[in-house]
Nanobody, 114 residues
């Protein structure tokens, strides 16, 4: 069974930065695409960024140029560096591994507010 655990969320002022981490258990991390999603109150969950095993990346238009997704296969961990944060980035952030039907972490809250 695959388990994902996110960390790094918190409260930050507009214009600030945070780095989210998602650690995966199991031996399959290196061969599957990973993604970061977010869900704001009253809204649907949306894709923020994804990264393939060969490190090809894809970003939502709303975060391109501000967020960077990366992965460390030796540590079974995917990261999301978030810079120039805006209040509209406030959401619960989830990581997902595209294995089978997909596995999700429990989420980490990011709040951008002054």
């Amino acid at each position: 069974q695959v388990k994902l655990e996110e960390s790094g969320g918190g409260l930050v002022q507009p214009g600030g930065s945070l780095r989210l981490s998602c650690a995966a258990s199991g031996n399959i991390f290196t061969i599957y695409t990973m993604g970061w999603y977010r869900q704001a109150p009253g809204k649907q969950r949306e894709l923020v960024a994804s990264i393939t095993p060969s490190r090809y990346t894809n970003y939502a238009d709303s975060v391109r140029g501000r967020f960077t997704i990366s992965r460390d296969n030796g540590k079974n961990t995917v990261y999301l560096q978030m810079n120039s944060l805006k209040p509209e980035d406030t959401a619960v952030y989830y990581c997902k591994i595209y294995y089978g039907l997909g596995y999700w972490g429990q989420g980490t809250q990011v709040t951008v507010s002054s």
